[in-house]
């Protein structure tokens, strides 16, 4: 019955909202897939997004750096759709997106695959 419930999430695009004046969005949990893809809405008034990642079920937050320490950032356009590299997202929990103060509620589409 869990696998049941993992693939059909898997095949559904999840959300991230991200409050008016806020910067950081809600949690979104991942369903033990990978994220790898996500929506930047047409109204958004950032330039990057950065992460925060949990990998112990959303307990804890931090942010989401590649290999060599830095933190994992796209250079982002209003209403674009940006792929995400599995290997840097794989074994997250759960999945923050961070960006510039937002001057009104932003909701960000994520797409998550089982690898």
């Known amino acids: 019955m869990e696998a049941e419930q993992t693939v059909d999430k898997a095949v559904k695009v999840l959300t991230a909202t991200i409050a008016s004046s806020g910067t950081t969005s809600g949690a979104v949990n991942l369903f033990g897939c990978t994220a790898v893809s ?40 209003t209403d674009g759709i940006y792929t995400l590299s599995a290997n840097t997202f794989a074994g997250v929990d759960q999945l923050k997106f961070v960006a510039d103060a937002q ?12 690898i």
């Open 103 to 114: 001057g009104a509620e932003r909701v960000i589409k994520l797409k998550p695959f089982i």
């Open 38 to 77: 996500f929506e930047v809405p047409s109204s958004f008034t950032g330039t990057s997004i950065t992460f925060e990642a949990s990998i112990d079920g959303g307990v804890t937050f931090k942010q989401l750096r590649s290999q060599d320490g830095t933190a994992v950032t796209y250079i982002v356009a």
